[in-house]
T-cell receptor, first 110, second 113 residues
């Protein structure tokens, strides 16, 4: 059974730091891996999608990597800003569904 | 831009009521999904649909049903609401599996008293 774990559960950092959020999964048979952002009380916003054949994706200050063989993905946030404060969720797609981690709650303080 | 809308942001219902949560997407996506999100449990899939009038159970379908009469609309139905169905409900859609992102609506916070 596929399980997705995110470490750390919470993170508080000063503005300007470079961050790494971790996601691990137990079964490498995935279609893709997605990173989402969720603001309090809101829906999910898709940040990056990495297909199973890809190693990484970049969007602005965000870079996500995927190592299927080891069951790991990282989300790198460069030069963090207070506006980056949110919960970050990773999810792996398997047949018929996404399986989500429980998220990393990030706070960036000025 | 893909837009997924949900009929209500906040909803308060009484135990035993029949509850309808509506979701509409405007990008002609084939696939639609209903999740619930609870603290410590994350997002869990309730039901999904790959086509009109088609539905499949997710991981936690008990106490729920769905309807997809039109491609753009996917409804979640709580036949007899219970307090343990108090949760955040999120709808999502995607064009297909594999290379496609899922796009989420803003969520409905349902409280059953």
């Amino acid at each position: 059974k596929q399980e997705v774990t995110q470490i750390p559960a919470a993170l508080s950092v000063p503005e300007g730091e470079n961050l790494v959020l971790n996601c691990s999964f137990t079964d490498s048979a995935i279609y893709n891996l997605q990173w989402f952002r969720q603001d309090p009380g809101k829906g999910l916003t898709s940040l990056l999608l990495i297909q199973s054949s890809q190693r990484e994706q970049t969007s602005g200050r965000l870079n996500a990597s995927l190592d299927k063989s080891s069951g790991r993905s990282t989300l790198y946030i460069a030069a963090s800003q207070p506006g980056d404060s949110a919960t970050y969720l990773c999810a792996v797609e398997v047949p018929d569904k996404l399986i989500f981690g429980t998220g990393t709650r990030l706070q960036v303080f000025p | 831009d893909v837009k997924v809308t949900q009929s209500s942001r906040y909803l308060v219902k009484r135990t035993g009521e029949k509850v309808f949560l509506e979701c509409v997407q405007d990008m002609d996506h084939e696939n639609m999904f209903w999740y619930r999100q609870d603290p410590g449990l994350g997002l869990r899939l309730i039901y999904f649909s790959y086509d009109v009038k088609m539905k499949e159970k997710g991981d936690i379908p008990e106490g729920y049903s769905v309807s997809r009469e039109k491609k753009e609309r996917f409804s979640l139905i709580l036949e007899s609401a219970s307090t343990n169905q108090t949760s955040m409900y999120l709808c999502a859609s995607s064009p297909g599996q594999g290379a496609y992102e899922q796009y989420f609506g803003p969520g409905t916070r349902l409280t059953v008293t």
